[in-house]
């Protein structure tokens, strides 16, 4: 028997505070899907923190699309038969976030090569044979960011210096591969797992040890955590910037607070600081656009809107 809680539109927008609100979705399950009406989610464990239903309606509001995007609660142990419910209860996909994403990978039918390598989905697309193909967009999403908060930015700038070895740091480093970085520095507490990347990755991504970090950042073009160092509840990250040039861009995909201790130390320093947000809002266009056709546009009005919510 299926168990995953689905949470109506309702549950998290109130219209009457939010101007940008999606219409509401009917009342019950969708056990059909309407040929014109589109039907998506994001399964975590928790998920009702997740602005990921935000972002989506504003886009089926702005582009008169007739469709909701829901929070799914899936319990560890039940995505796969919370995922091959989707054909039948009508959706065209989801998005996956803790603790799913790596899971995904043995519950799909295909999944393309980004989110291979990276070792994680979080998108997944129904087709039209009910089929279930996972990707990942997060690296995409972090690149987009770059370009939209730092004018100009190449990856051929410089060394990127990532600090971290997670799933984030993954999908990180794979985009930055994609955009063409010849040389990615990986500072990681277990070097280990920094190492693992290096042999996933290929020759452009090198590991050091964490004690190194600090005159690490020597040259560097872009400097990002990958960490949840410096998001609320945890503390800053214990980095250094005394190396590094003012001339680098330096990235946090924490997005709560937006302005970390590191964004803050940056700006200070005269470099230019691009908060987690815009990875958010970024990988989510891919994933409309999959589902939908249409490829959206990340607004001031979007970030406004997801801002508030912070």
Known sequence: ?????????NDIQNPAKDQAAAPRAPQGLFMTRHPNYVLAGVMGWP??????PRIHNHWFTEHAIAGAYVPLAVEPGKLETALRALPALGFAGCNLTIPHKETALRCLDHVDPAAARI????????????SLTGKNYDGYGFVASLHEGAPGWKASDGPCIVIGAGGGARAIVSGLIDAG??????YNRTLDRAQKIVADFGPAVCAYPWDS??????GAGLLVNTTSQGMVGQEPLDLSLAALPRTAVVADIVYAPLETKLLADARRKGATAVDGLGMLLHQARPAFRDWTGLMPEVTPQLRRLIEATL
Not at 213 to 218: C, E, V, Y
């Open 47 to 52: 998920i009702s923190h997740s602005r990921s």
């Open 1 to 9: 028997m299926l168990r995953f809680r689905l949470m109506y539109v």
């Open 213 to 218: 970090r600090h005159d690490g950042l020597a």
């Open 119 to 130: 070792g994680a989905v979080n998108c997944v697309v129904v087709g039209k044979d009910g």
């Open 181 to 186: 970085a010849m040389e990615i520095r990986i």
